[in-house]
C-alpha cells in the first residue's frame, strides 16, 4: 500500500544538538517530496521541497533533507538546534501525476531540552 | 497579505446540528483542500477543489461536504455531525497544475468539538 512512514512519534534533543527526523514513503515512481513544520497552536509551513536534481536540499530555518532513492526516504537534518525550532514536523508526499494530491505522514513531535 | 481565513477558530456543537466552516484564500490560488487532524493519524484529506464547480474526495469525505462556486471560497459542510467528528481542520491552497510549486498555505485551524 502506499504511504508515508514517520517512524518516531516524538524526539527530544538537548538545545546545541545535531537532529535527524526520519521518513520514508512507498510510492511507485519517486514523488514530490515534501516537509512541513507546524507549531503550536499554528497551521502548517514548508520547510524544504525535492522535486529532482541535488539529492541534498536546502529550506529555511537552518534544515536541510537528503532524498537517497535506494532506501526510499527523505530525512530532515540540521546540525544545530535551537529551542524555537520545537514543534511538529511533518513529510509529505504528492506522487508524480497526482497534480496536487498531497499525503503526510503522521508527524514527529520534537521536545528541546535547555 | 496572502492569507488563508478559516471561520470559526473554536465551535463546540451537538449531534445532528449543521455547521459549516468557512475557508477563504487572497491569493487567486486554483487549488483548495481541507483536512482534519487527529493524534497519531497526521493529517488526513477531506476533499479537495482543482478550480471552481470541480470538486474530488480525498481519504475521509465521510460526513462531509464542500462547493466551490467561487475561486476564493470553500466551505467545509457538516450536515449531520457526530461525535467522531471532533477534530482540529485546516484549509489549505496552493497554485494549480500549471504553476505548481508544492507549497501548500495553512489557515490556522478550526477546532470542533461535537457533543
Known amino acids: 500500500a502506499q504511504s508515508v512512514t514517520q517512524p518516531d512519534i516524538h524526539i527530544t534533543v538537548s538545545e546545541g544538538a545535531s537532529l535527524e527526523l526520519r521518513c520514508n514513503y512507498s510510492?511507485?515512481?519517486?514523488?514530490?517530496l515534501f516537509w512541513y513544520v507546524q507549531s503550536p497552536g499554528q497551521g502548517l509551513q514548508l520547510l524544504l521541497k525535492?522535486?529532482?536534481?541535488?539529492?541534498l536540499v536546502q529550506g529555511i530555518k537552518g534544515f536541510e533533507a537528503e532524498f537517497k532513492r535506494s532506501q526510499s526516504s527523505f530525512n530532515l537534518r540540521k546540525p544545530s538546534v535551537h529551542w524555537s525550532d520545537a514543534a511538529e514536523y511533518f513529510c509529505?508526499?504528492?506522487?508524480?501525476?497526482?497534480?496536487?494530491?498531497?499525503?503526510f505522514g503522521t508527524g514527529t513531535s520534537l521536545t528541546v531540552i535547555p | 497579505e496572502a492569507q488563508v481565513t478559516q471561520n470559526p477558530r473554536y465551535l463546540i456543537t451537538v449531534t445532528g446540528k449543521k455547521l459549516t466552516v468557512t475557508c477563504s484564500q487572497n491569493?487567486?490560488?486554483?487549488?483548495m483542500s481541507w483536512y482534519r487532524q487527529d493524534p497519531g493519524l497526521g493529517l488526513r484529506q477531506i476533499y479537495y477543489?482543482?478550480?471552481?464547480?470541480?470538486?474530488d474526495k480525498g481519504d475521509v469525505p465521510e460526513g462531509y461536504k464542500v462547493s466551490r462556486k467561487e475561486k476564493r471560497n470553500f466551505p467545509l459542510i457538516l450536515e449531520s455531525p457526530s461525535p467522531n467528528q471532533t477534530s482540529l481542520y485546516f484549509c489549505?491552497?496552493?497554485?494549480?497544475?500549471?504553476?505548481?510549486?508544492?507549497?501548500?498555505?495553512f489557515g490556522e485551524g478550526s477546532r470542533l468539538t461535537v457533543l
Open positions: 489549505a491552497s496552493s497554485l494549480g497544475r500549471e504553476g505548481f510549486t508544492g507549497e501548500l498555505f
Open positions: 510510492y511507485g515512481a519517486t514523488p514530490y
Open positions: 525535492y522535486f529532482s536534481g541535488d539529492t
Open positions: 509529505a508526499v504528492v506522487p508524480t501525476g497526482t497534480g496536487n494530491q498531497f499525503y
Open positions: 491569493m487567486n490560488h486554483e487549488y
Open positions: 477543489s482543482m478550480n471552481v464547480e470541480v470538486t
